[in-house]
């Protein structure tokens, strides 16, 4: 099953920031956590993730720096800063209200 | 444009088939570095996925096919990049202010240049407009020694920083100003942990940290770093008073911040000495602890702890210092 793209476009930072809370990643690697994690449903149009990270670069929610990856080439590494880890934190709480509220509401017509 | 279209036309040959999907990429940015790191990320990207695909027995084209296809629409893509890549550095709110304090000092030079020709002959008045234009031309020039001597220290910083492994951004090493606009900073020693305390002005315009006050040097902060300005003869366009005459409105909040001492573990880059106090203090671009500040507003205190930790080192920055004071108050 796919999901709607919008679905899955308003949750990517979310994504990004609970992935790269346990592990600095590079992008590939980091969609490859993703669709691994969701068992593919979020299979997103990978190259939407790189103005996405940039974009949480620039809030200051990430930091990326260069480094070699096991194969020995060199990468573009992603981390979470400590106003990420905030972020992180606030969303999750949004996304449990959010869920929670939208189960009731269609949980009341089944 | 949905997915990329390589030529078709001609026989596959990936690197400028390569070069010509990157440029697609990135053509709506306008730095030429960060155009030229872009497409590095994306090469990286395509070369990871076409490994994958051949690694299942796809031909070298059809690995890149592939790939493309999974990147999405080119158009869209590069539009988001324009838009991220593209934006001002410099706030509105401070090229407003950079604007006044222009207008200022240009009309006030323009009116001494007038008055000096006008009252040439007139002793007391000459002298009362000299002494104010050398005040105004001192200011100026320390403003700029100090502005290049903050670029000669960033310069060393990151030298530092590259030589030793450290990941540091240029918007992100603000802190050092800290302690030198810090009002009376004093050592204090509490459950056997000593600190640097220091308590300072901090001015702020929507929630965001403008400047930090002190009394013989302010800081202002910007997303490209924090200047450390001494105001020699109490002339300064940004002590307390004057900051009610800026076009954005304004509210000063005192912050104070207990900086551990006993935790260094990185060597200091700097030394700056405080003229209030005839001592020398530490200032530290990796704040070796994590900050802990109170920000107070009429009776409320509420503690910001800021910075995160990297091989047992606590790295922080004003940035998110400031982000999290808006966080705290609700304008996110």
Sequence with gaps: MTINKELTKGSMALLVLSVLAEEEMYGYQMIGEINRRSN?????????????????????????????????????????TATGSLQLKVRREEWQVFTGAVNRVIGEGM | MAAYDRNSVQDFEFNRELRRLTRALTASIRDKKQKSEVAREYE???YDAMQNYMLGG????????AACEDLGDIDEIAVMLGDIHNQDKIPADVRRENILRWSIIGVVSVTLYGLLLWAWDIFVLQMTILIVGIILAVNLIILS???????????SIRKYAKENGYQIQANRTVYTSILYAADKPSVILENDTQYIKVRFLATLHKNRVLHFLGRNVYTTATQSGMLAMPTPLGVGFHSAAWMRF?????RLVEISEEIPIDAVTLPTLERRHDPRDKEVHEVLIFNPAPMRAFYREGTTEVELLGG??????????IISFGTMLRKLKGDF
Excluded: C
Aim: hydrophobic content about 35%; cysteine-free.
């Design chain 2, 308 to 317: 995160e930790q990297k091989d047992g080192v606590w790295l922080h920055d």
């Design chain 1, 40 to 80: 593919n449903v979020f299979r997103m149009k990978e190259g939407t993730l790189y103005p996405i990270l940039h974009a949480m670069v620039a809030e200051g929610l990430l930091e990326s720096y260069d480094a070699k990856s096991e194969t020995g080439r060199d990468r573009k590494y992603y981390r979470i």
């Design chain 2, 58 to 65: 796809m031909t070298e084209e059809d690995a890149f096919s």
């Design chain 2, 145 to 155: 020694l100090a502005y290049h001597k903050r670029r000669r220290a960033m310069k």
């Design chain 2, 246 to 250: 800026m076009p954005m409105k304004t």
């Design chain 2, 44 to 46: 990286d990207h395509i």
